[in-house]
């Protein structure tokens, strides 16, 4: 049963694929940071960036809108909220709110940015395995002292795993308790409660079975991490993208 | 050769009365056992002694020769678990993912872990979904990949906890075949359902559970007959044997 779902990896051998995980988080992060700074030339260089990495990595359009169509709606919030609380000159009035032109302005500009972050960390997910991201983690946080690296790695792979079950159970649940007519209940907390405790008991209990399973399939913390490299292109990549960042972003 | 040798198991909770008593069980090499009991009645417990996730106060347990609670890694690779719930026993990111869990535990080579899943994902017919999430995947292909899971690790017994629970007709019919291929490629089966119909086809031993204690233990169309004392349903086949046999004396 294949099917498509948001922020997953798909296979692939462009250079984005190609490229060290390690490299594609300094990248995003690089890229993320600066993109809240850039004003128009800057973010339309970084369009143009995106679309070539998404020609690279052979994403449909189609793909980018299914996969984006709720950031749709907190990209409107955003925009809609700039427009509003802005101060400026006024392009519309009714009733004492006033919707400005630098409002509009920096609306755009804020969304702009915002969907640029999204559909950078869609390309990285689409263009990154799981594990690799979670090698590349492991990778990063190792030179950090007192950090528990490999633990965090394996803790970050059990999230993505089980995010979905935990919302099924959620669903699963709260279903139950809607059969059973607990929408007659007034007092939202009361209904809160007889939903969280549920679940958590359920999380806590699939919890223990699944260290019980990873124990019989002889897991052990210290196990060697799978290596990485990073190859010329990589750190050329890098190079690029900072130059990018400091140079080009500001204008 | 026998591949299991427990000999005076005895498991208790500190204070209670024991689950596992005095358990003295023998499986030979490429044996399919059915065990079967009320809900209760120690066959989980069992199992989970095979490959020292439990470890019983009193008795020995031997798998290949060699005391489980002497090497643990060892008795783990032999025996592989598959356990009632697939979904909490699946820890990859993608299907891929959780296959190679086991090998890459066991410390394989990059390169050999990549062979072993492909393999693996061949052998259960998920190698087209190997990059997708597990939690997409149908309730029968779940419990093929939680299969895939146990077999990368090349193990020599396989155990089934409940395998079938919470599966539809196809699912039943996919964990169905996998099982009788293992079989068939001499591995040693050991299968705790409260469904025998879903194993009589397949089963050459039979054993019976109740309060901790192996009651009957025997050839499988031998002892079935006495499966309804002990809280376990008759497979419609057996039943119909019966109901001929009734028939034919009236």
Redesign the interface.
């Known amino acids: ?3 498509t ?1 948001a922020f ?4 692939g051998t462009g250079f984005l694929h190609r490229m060290d995980p390690r490299c594609k988080i300094i990248c995003l992060a690089l890229i993320s940071l600066s993109t809240l700074k850039a004003l128009t030339p800057g973010l339309l260089l970084l369009t143009l960036l995106f679309g070539i990495l998404v020609r690279d990595v052979h994403l449909p359009g189609r793909t980018i809108f299914y996969e984006l169509r709720y950031f749709g709606l907190f990209l409107l919030v955003v925009f809609v909220s700039k427009c509003l609380t802005q101060p400026g000159t006024p392009i519309f009035s009714l009733k004492g709110i006033s919707i400005t032109h630098e409002g509009v302005v920096e609306g755009l500009l804020a969304a702009w940015r915002l969907a640029l972050v999204i559909l950078m960390g869609l390309l990285f997910s689409v263009s990154t ?3 690799d991201i ?1 090698t590349a983690v492991e990778h990063l946080l190792a030179p950090v002292p007192f950090v528990p690296e490999k633990r965090i790695a394996v803790m970050m ?2 999230i ?2 089980f995010i ?2 935990i919302l ?1 159970t959620t669903r699963e649940i709260s279903d139950a308790q809607r059969a059973r007519a607990i929408d007659q209940r007034k007092n939202p907390i009361a209904r809160m409660s007889r939903l969280v405790l549920p679940v958590m008991r359920r999380t806590i209990d ?1 919890s223990q ?2 260290a ?9 913390e210290n ?2 991490s ?2 990485l490299s990073m190859v010329k292109a990589d750190w050329q990549a890098i190079i690029i993208v900072v130059i990018f960042c400091i140079v080009l972003l500001p204008v | 050769m026998n591949i299991i040798e427990i000999s005076n198991l005895t498991h208790r909770i500190i204070g209670g009365k024991p689950i596992l008593n005095n358990i003295n069980l023998t499986v030979k090499d490429g044996e399919f056992i059915v065990v079967a009991g009320a809900n209760g009645s120690g066959k989980s417990t069992l199992f ?1 002694q095979l ?1 020292g ?1 439990l470890v019983a106060g009193q008795g020995q347990v031997k798998i290949d020769g060699v005391f489980v609670a002497d090497d643990l ?1 060892r008795a ?2 032999k025996v ?2 598959i ?1 009632q ?1 697939a ?8 299907v ?2 959780d296959v ?3 090998p ?4 394989l080579p ?1 390169e050999d872990v990549e062979r072993v899943v492909n393999h693996t994902l061949g052998l259960v017919g998920l190698l ?2 190997k ?8 309730g029968g ?1 779940k419990r093929r990949l939680a299969i895939a ?2 077999l990368a ?1 090349t193990p020599k017994v396989i155990v089934f906890d409940e395998p079938f629970s919470n599966l539809d007709y196809p699912g039943i019919q996919q964990v169905q075949t996998q099982m009788a291929t293992l079989h068939s490629e001499k591995h040693t089966i050991l299968v705790a359902t409260h469904n025998l119909e879903t194993v009589a086809d397949m089963a050459d031993r039979l054993i019976l559970m109740e309060e901790g204690e192996i009651v009957k233990d025997g050839p499988f169309y031998q002892v079935v007959h006495s499966a309804e004392a002990f809280g376990v349903r008759l497979p419609q086949s057996v039943r119909r044997r019966g109901e001929f046999q009734t028939w034919l004396k009236r």
Do not use: W, Y
């Open positions: 049963m294949a099917q779902i997953h990896f798909r296979a395995r799981p594990k979670r792979g059990l993505v795993r979905p079950v099924s699939r079975r699944l019980t399973a990873m124990e019989s399939r002889c897991f052990d196990r060697p799978p290596p | 989970k490959n996730l890694k783990r690779q592989g678990m356990f719930e979904d909490s026993q699946i820890v990859g990111e993608t891929f993912d190679a869990f086991g890459e535990n066991l410390g990059g087209d979904l990059e997708l999430p597990p939690h997409i995947l149908s292909e899971g146990v690790m």
